[in-house]
């Protein structure tokens, strides 16, 4: 079987994207395992289906690079919009997503009649531990005491439809051992869906540094929905105020945040194209 296929990235978290209008993909379990390894496969962070919707412009169905499908990707969507607006499946720069974690709404920036990033709508922050989720009660879970692997962690949790781990630290993340201690945060009994861990360092009220560890992947250059939690988190732990942008710096680059006093989360960044190709697949 060939599958047709785009490389892109949103500030380095890359994916494969299939436009499921034209292709069918039988197994994307096990399609996304293959796609993602960097040295028999495409190499990406997992594996993204554009599919039709009977609810929105189009339907985004995620997988990580393990196989595991997830409900959400904030740099993916964005990507998503692209394609859909470059491709013609939309005409016009505001479309609507359909994801496992609700409809996303859509604005586009457009250069040259091509789209070059996007500005979503990403609903709003979830903080109830039993909706993250997390095992704990109460109505949030912010600036908690954790035990991994023997040390304390201050945490805060929050959820953007999947579920997000933040942790503050004083000193540069880039320091961490971060394939030494994220497998231990993603797989805490603390959390029974698994977690994405942000390791964060404050650099002044509007700006934060972020590594960050993402369940079915490892480490990625960026996540969308990390640093939406990681803007949430900042706010609720009193780093950062309501209603301002808030630049979340990732290794990949820049995601510009707001999280609103109604509790809605705003995020700006791009999308790039890299190349589009073709790959034989084994019967699965």
């Known amino acids: 079987m060939c599958m047709k296929f785009s490389k892109m990235h949103g500030i380095g978290n ?3 994207y299939v436009n499921g209008f034209q292709e069918t993909v039988k197994d994307p379990e096990k399609t996304a395992i293959l796609v993602s390894d ?4 495409i190499g990406s962070d997992g594996l993204i289906l554009i599919l039709p919707s009977d609810k929105a412009d189009c339907r985004m169905q995620m997988f990580n690079a393990d196989g595991s499908e997830g409900m959400m990707c904030g740099n993916g969507i964005r990507c998503v919009g692209k394609y859909a607006y470059d491709h013609g499946i939309v005409s016009k720069p505001e479309l609507s997503v359909e994801t496992k ?11 040259n009649g091509k789209a070059t990033g996007a500005t979503v709508d990403m609903g709003k922050a979830i903080l109830r531990p039993a ?3 997390v095992r704990a009660e109460g109505d949030s879970y912010i600036a908690q005491k954790l035990n991994v692997n023997g040390s304390d962690y ?13 942790v503050f630290m004083q000193d540069d993340p880039m320091t961490l051992d971060l394939p030494g201690i994220g497998p231990s945060f993603e797989n805490h009994p603390l959390f029974p869906e698994r977690i994405n861990t942000e390791f964060v360092q ?13 369940r079915g992947s490892g480490e990625t250059f960026a996540c969308g929905t990390g640093a939406c939690a990681t803007a949430v988190a900042a706010v609720l732990n009193g780093m950062c105020q309501y209603d301002e942008e808030i630049t979340v710096r990732l290794r990949g680059g820049d ?3 707001t999280y609103r006093t109604d509790g809605t989360v705003m995020m700006t960044g791009s999308a790039t194209h890299v190349f589009d190709g073709e790959m034989d697949l084994p019967e699965m």
């Open 38 to 41: 960097r040295r028999f496969g």
């Open 255 to 257: 995601l510009h945040i």
């Open 202 to 214: 404050k650099i002044d009220g509007h700006t934060l540094f972020m590594r960050v560890w993402e």
């Open 101 to 111: 974690s609700g409809i996303k709404y859509i604005t586009l920036q457009i250069e």
């Open 154 to 166: 201050t945490v805060t949790c929050v959820s953007m439809g999947n579920p997000h781990c933040v």
């Open 131 to 133: 909706d993250i989720p």
């Open 14 to 16: 890359d994916y494969v």
